[in-house]
């Protein structure tokens, strides 16, 4: 794939050794809630069974919809859960191309299996090919069967391939807490800008590009229609490194879980990267977004149709229907706004010699996720203009209803004033000489008086 990058080449083996070495003892949780107790190994098992012996009652609830309780089963604040007597949620996700399955845990001490380092866990231990032992014995080494030559493969020094991405991780985080984003930004050398932009929720959505990472903030929404929270923003913090890509959220959400699944749906057809990673996650926030306006589609177009043609009796909740549908839509276009920018922005780096930046060919999915943003927002803005089209019309429906009712109560009172002038001169009359009282000329004859 035009990737072919050593393991020395991207990162120094004994200054990432060292650095996954802090991970030994930390980051466990201080509620002191209930922790599972690993079993006892296996003699005779790799790595990778101890991992699976270890982590069985927590792989995949999540991925295949079985157990766990969804994604908004641990919302902002779930990891005190355990303090409340109840069950702390799955906080960590760590998933590796090395792995057969997805390592759910509730914190990162509970991560590696029972005698694995984090080293081991994240750099990949693979027995060597052929090739790389007659490599090895070529350069001066020995066999495999050489301590020192064992030794090198047991601290990973020597992989069973030659890019450094085939062996991509990705560490899902949920509402992580300051002393393990400490833990976490010592580790893999994160900026405090970005530790900080991560702690505090930034909500601006952009990207920018460090020494050896670059970090995205994209912004999707809390998708449970049920939830009090629904359709209110959720911020994802993407920082993507050559070997693998850590992922933070504040509030459940079902973007990595999709992710996921897509991995292992098109694991037989493309590379997974890092780079791969962070597109993945981008896309699922876009097409997050497609039912949603499918939606409104169809409540524009029958709100369109309605206005004009539903009778007086009918139209009761119409104002209701267009207020409550152009919320939606000015919802939208506020999380859609800066999207466009950053995906444009992400693309850009592609085509520039950075070192960290994205590669080119993942400058075409991010083409195709920047023409779907785009065609959405002038979807919604055209959206917006057919409903401030209909709320006009709406009133002026009201308008003219309101005009004809006017009309018939002034044609009623023009013909009771007609009648009012011909009855109240004879009332006037009538009611004058008809009064028990002198009147002029009563007691004449003539008329000369008059």
Same mark, same amino acid.
């Given at each position: 794939m035009g990737r072919q990058r050593k393991l020395s080449e991207s990162v120094a083996p004994g200054r990432y050794r060292r650095k996954l070495a802090l991970f030994e003892g930390a980051g466990d949780d201080d509620e002191g809630g209930p922790t599972r107790p690993p079993p006892e190994p296996t003699a005779g098992r790799t790595s990778f069974a101890t991992i699976l +012996?270890?982590?069985?009652? *927590? *792989?995949?609830?999540?991925?295949?919809?079985? !157990?766990?309780?969804?994604y908004g089963a641990a919302g902002r604040g779930g990891a005190a859960t355990g303090a409340a007597g109840g069950a702390r949620p799955y906080?960590? @996700?760590? %998933?590796?191309?090395?792995?057969?399955s997805t390592i759910h845990a509730r914190s990162l001490a509970e991560i590696p299996a029972e005698g694995q380092t984090?080293?081991?866990?994240?750099?990949?231990?693979?027995?060597?090919?052929?090739?790389?032992?007659? @490599? %090895? &014995?070529?350069?001066? !080494?020995?066999?495999?069967?050489?301590?020192?030559?064992? +030794?090198? *493969? &047991?601290?990973?020094? /020597? #992989?069973?391939?030659?890019?450094?991405?085939?062996?991509?991780?990705? *560490?899902d985080v949920l509402c992580p807490t300051d002393a393990e984003m400490k833990v976490l930004s010592k580790v893999f050398g994160i900026h405090p800008l970005t530790t900080e932009d991560i702690q505090m929720e930034e909500t601006r959505e952009k990207i920018e590009l460090f020494r050896n990472y670059y970090f995205v903030c994209f912004r999707s929404f809390e998708q449970d229609p049920y939830s009090p929270t629904y359709l209110e923003p959720l911020n994802m913090y993407i920082i993507v490194f050559r070997e693998g890509t850590l992922s933070f959220h504040f509030r459940g959400t079902p973007h990595p879980q999709n992710v996921r699944r897509r991995i292992k749906q098109l694991k037989d057809y493309i590379n997974v990267t890092s780079d791969w990673i962070s597109y993945a996650l981008i896309d699922d926030i876009t097409d997050a977004f497609g039912p949603l306006i499918q939606n409104i589609e169809y409540e524009v177009d029958s709100i369109d149709e309605l206005v004009l043609i539903l009778k007086e009796a009918e139209q009761s909740d119409m104002l209701r229907r267009i207020g409550t549908c152009r919320k939606k839509v000015m919802g939208l276009l506020r999380l859609m706004g800066n999207k466009a920018d950053v995906v444009k922005g992400l693309s850009k780096r592609c085509n520039e010699n950075w070192s960290v930046a994205p590669k080119s060919d993942i400058g075409l999915y991010l083409s195709d996720i920047q023409d779907h943003i785009t065609t959405s927002t002038?979807?919604?803005?055209? %959206?917006?203009? /057919?409903? @401030? #089209?209909?709320? @006009?019309?709406?009133l002026a429906q009201i308008s003219i209803e309101m005009t004809d009712a006017n009309n018939q109560i002034n044609d009623v009172l023009s013909k009771l004033t007609a009648l009012g002038t011909v009855l109240i001169p004879m009332n006037l009359i009538t009611g004058l000489w008809g009064m028990n009282v002198h009147v002029p000329g009563q007691d004449v004859e003539n008329l000369h008086w008059f």
């Amino acid at each position: 794939m035009g990737r072919q990058r050593k393991l020395s080449e991207s990162v120094a083996p004994g200054r990432y050794r060292r650095k996954l070495a802090l991970f030994e003892g930390a980051g466990d949780d201080d509620e002191g809630g209930p922790t599972r107790p690993p079993p006892e190994p296996t003699a005779g098992r790799t790595s990778f069974a101890t991992i699976l +012996d270890t982590k069985t009652p *927590l *792989l995949d609830k999540r991925d295949t919809g079985a !157990g766990g309780g969804g994604y908004g089963a641990a919302g902002r604040g779930g990891a005190a859960t355990g303090a409340a007597g109840g069950a702390r949620p799955y906080r960590f @996700s760590f %998933y590796s191309n090395a792995l057969p399955s997805t390592i759910h845990a509730r914190s990162l001490a509970e991560i590696p299996a029972e005698g694995q380092t984090f080293e081991e866990l994240f750099v990949g231990r693979q027995e060597p090919s052929f090739e790389e032992e007659q @490599s %090895y &014995r070529t350069s001066g !080494g020995g066999t495999a069967q050489d301590p020192r030559m064992a +030794d090198k *493969l &047991r601290t990973g020094l /020597i #992989r069973s391939d030659v890019d450094a991405e085939a062996n991509t991780w990705w *560490l899902d985080v949920l509402c992580p807490t300051d002393a393990e984003m400490k833990v976490l930004s010592k580790v893999f050398g994160i900026h405090p800008l970005t530790t900080e932009d991560i702690q505090m929720e930034e909500t601006r959505e952009k990207i920018e590009l460090f020494r050896n990472y670059y970090f995205v903030c994209f912004r999707s929404f809390e998708q449970d229609p049920y939830s009090p929270t629904y359709l209110e923003p959720l911020n994802m913090y993407i920082i993507v490194f050559r070997e693998g890509t850590l992922s933070f959220h504040f509030r459940g959400t079902p973007h990595p879980q999709n992710v996921r699944r897509r991995i292992k749906q098109l694991k037989d057809y493309i590379n997974v990267t890092s780079d791969w990673i962070s597109y993945a996650l981008i896309d699922d926030i876009t097409d997050a977004f497609g039912p949603l306006i499918q939606n409104i589609e169809y409540e524009v177009d029958s709100i369109d149709e309605l206005v004009l043609i539903l009778k007086e009796a009918e139209q009761s909740d119409m104002l209701r229907r267009i207020g409550t549908c152009r919320k939606k839509v000015m919802g939208l276009l506020r999380l859609m706004g800066n999207k466009a920018d950053v995906v444009k922005g992400l693309s850009k780096r592609c085509n520039e010699n950075w070192s960290v930046a994205p590669k080119s060919d993942i400058g075409l999915y991010l083409s195709d996720i920047q023409d779907h943003i785009t065609t959405s927002t002038q979807n919604l803005t055209h %959206y917006e203009k /057919i409903l @401030s #089209r209909s709320h @006009s019309n709406y009133l002026a429906q009201i308008s003219i209803e309101m005009t004809d009712a006017n009309n018939q109560i002034n044609d009623v009172l023009s013909k009771l004033t007609a009648l009012g002038t011909v009855l109240i001169p004879m009332n006037l009359i009538t009611g004058l000489w008809g009064m028990n009282v002198h009147v002029p000329g009563q007691d004449v004859e003539n008329l000369h008086w008059f």
